[in-house]
């Protein structure tokens, strides 16, 4: 399918929480076979514009679609089914449940297997958690963690821990990927290894977009980033556009120099 | 500096390997074992008490999954237990049908009314759900006095329709619920290894993280008390076989206490070891505190708290146990 149809669209999204407005009217157009970047300062509302494209937020004006179908009023679960999923800012792995398992949870949605094979070994759950092993596994191990499927999420560091709910994420082959803050904790080594990663991940039918504040990884990976302050795009663009606008580079100085 | 020293890996004692070999399912195949050997050993009291040790363990382990996979406590349990039990006491004693029949009958009523309770409580957590689910328990005896034509009132329901006919009665009271004990663990044992189980505790901990994933909290809540309602059922049939009798004394508000306080003592734990001693709490403090007339209550709790103690310093006193032999 064309670049133009498969792209997940929002318009005027607008978001308050209380009198307070997080998101003033925003249009986006994340377009598949790009990875988008998202960036902005602390608080600028991008983890609520993933949360409104998501579901997790409902906003009080604008309408969202993906490939030309509204998502408006669909709950987290059914934008899941079609394919649109997120990495969360703070992991949200389950500690009960190995690495391993906590990858098969993104392919949860794809499962067949009744409540029967739930309680007796019958030979449909196996196949599908086995299934569902190997994927995870293969998922793992393109992001650099081969070994670890076993471990539970708390006996890793942390910045393994983001890796693997990268590979939550990607492992059910998303149409729609939404990571937020991927590389944040990560050493030089991970976020390299991050990089090639996501790069292998584009394909034409892949809407990516990328919250993250590691500006060399947003500008060596990006195809059009979207600035956003206080709930208001201030630039949208190629890196070299972005970085040369004289607003993006006000926000970004005048924030270097309250630190 | 500590994380060093506990990613060493210490020389493999004789203790180590032996404990290395105790997985979880070699323990419960040992444990299994000595129990079908227990009753040639002990008398009939002792076997018929054990026997419903095992019906009240499933009980426990209702409320524990619960807590394990919805992450909700539950002081109403005896509505299923009681609704499993007059399956089972009014299919025998007014259409004589044994267990192949009743026990099917209610499994099926228990999920079907885990169901129904949870959707209406569907967004309620915590103390408010608990709350609700008390209001369950107190209207089982009233209940049941209510349809004294099916359950006999006051009085009781007599189970005598064997399961196997022509085998001892008293052997099949213990079999029997030993039988249900370990099925029912082992279908939970598989429960957690998934797509639905796992799909479970990750809602439990990460509600978002789960619904970003396609599974609806709401789906998640009612799955849940739809297993427990059916495990609490199955527990209260065992219980009318095993037991031998079904009356309004053994549903009352105080026995969901003890399913909860079972559950508690065995660390809200679903293996076969852990639910056996929730089940052994439930049915033999009672028991042996009973010679104590007024005391009963301050000793049960004091029973209660001993364990409760117990299991918070368990970690602490295992550190120290390592430390010293990893010295010493
Ligand atoms: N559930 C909520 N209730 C109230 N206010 C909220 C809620 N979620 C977000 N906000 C507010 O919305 C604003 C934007 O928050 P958001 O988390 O989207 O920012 P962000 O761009 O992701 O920041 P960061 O880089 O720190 O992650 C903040 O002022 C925050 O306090
Ligand atoms: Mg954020």
């Known amino acids: 399918m064309d670049q133009m149809t498969n792209a997940l669209r929002g318009e005027g999204i607008a978001l308050s929480f209380g009198g307070i407005k997080v ?37 009080q004006k604008g309408t969202i679609s993906y490939a030309g179908q509204p998502l408006n009023g669909l709950p987290p679960a059914a934008r899941a089914a079609r394919g649109i999923v997120r990495s969360f800012q703070h992991v949200a792995l ?33 196949q599908e958690r086995s299934d569902m092993a190997r994927a995870a596994d293969a998922a793992l191990a393109d992001l650099g963690l081969p070994d670890v499927g076993d471990r539970h999420p708390g006996e890793l560091p942390p910045g393994m821990q983001r890796l693997v709910e990268i590979a939550r994420a990607v492992v059910g082959k998303p149409s729609v990927l939404m990571l937020d803050e991927p590389a944040a904790g990560l050493n030089n080594a991970e976020t390299q290894d991050l990089t090639a990663a996501l790069r292998k991940l584009v394909s034409p039918d892949l809407v990516m977009v990328v919250v993250e504040h590691d500006m060399d990884l947003v500008m060596s990976i990006c195809d059009r980033i979207y600035v956003l302050n206080f709930g208001e795009f201030v630039a949208v663009g190629s890196p070299a556009e972005v970085r040369s606008n004289p607003d993006v580079i006000r926000i970004y100085l005048g924030s270097d120099e309250d630190e | ?48 008490t054990l026997g419903l040790c095992f019906a009240n363990s499933i009980g426990v382990l209702a409320v524990s999954l619960l807590v394990r996979y919805g992450g909700e406590v539950s002081i109403g349990h005896t509505f299923f237990t009681a ?20 026990v099917p009958l209610a499994l099926v009523l228990g999920v079907a009314f885990g169901l129904l309770f949870a959707w209406p409580s569907r967004n309620l957590h915590g103390i408010y759900l608990a709350v609700t689910t008390l209001a369950l328990a107190l209207a089982v005896p009233e209940m049941i006095n209510n349809f004294d034509g099916l359950t006999g009132g006051y009085e009781g329901l007599y189970v005598a329709t064997p399961f196997l006919p022509g085998v001892d009665m008293g052997a099949q009271r213990y079999y029997v619920a030993l039988a249900m ?93 852990r639910v056996l001693i929730g089940g052994a709490f439930v049915t033999l403090v009672p028991q042996l505190l009973s010679a104590s007339g007024a005391w009963i209550p301050v000793l049960y709790g004091l029973a209660l708290l001993g364990m409760i103690l117990i299991g918070h310093y368990m970690p602490r006193i295992r550190k120290a146990l390592n430390r010293n032999r990893e010295t010493g």
């Open chain 1, 94 to 126: 389950c500690p009960d449940l190995t690495v391993r398992e906590n990858v098969m949870m993104g392919l949860a949605r794809t499962g067949t297997a009744g409540w029967l094979s739930a309680f007796l070994p019958l030979p449909r759950g196996r």
């Open chain 2, 1 to 48: 500096m500590s994380d060093q020293v506990s990613h060493m890996p210490s020389p493999p004692s004789a203790l180590s390997r032996l404990s290395g070999l105790a997985t979880p399912g070699v323990t419960a195949v040992v444990l299994v074992t000595l129990l079908l050997f227990l009753p040639a050993l002990l008398g009939g009291s002792w076997t018929f």
């Open chain 1, 23 to 59: 998101l003033k009217g925003l249009d986006v157009d994340f377009r598949a076979g790009e990875i988008t970047g998202l960036i902005g300062p602390n608080g600028a509302g991008k983890t609520s514009l993933f949360n409104c494209l998501t579901g997790a937020y409902s906003p």
């Open chain 2, 83 to 102: 609704l499993g039990a007059y399956s089972v006491g009014v299919l025998d004693t007014r259409y004589g049908i044994s267990l192949w029949a009743s």
């Open chain 2, 181 to 273: 004990l370990v099925l029912v663990c082992f279908a939970v044992a598989r429960l957690r290894l998934s797509r639905q189980g796992m799909a479970l505790l990750l809602a439990k901990t990460h509600p978002a993280a789960a619904d970003a994933f396609g599974t609806r909290r709401v789906w998640a809540r009612i799955s849940v008390m739809g297993i427990s309602g059916g495990v609490g059922a199955l527990c209260g049939a065992t219980l009318a076989f095993s037991g031998s009798t079904v009356s309004p004394g053994g549903f009352t508000f105080w026995q969901a206490i003890f399913l909860l306080v079972g559950s508690v003592v065995s660390f809200y734990g679903l293996s076969l070891p």
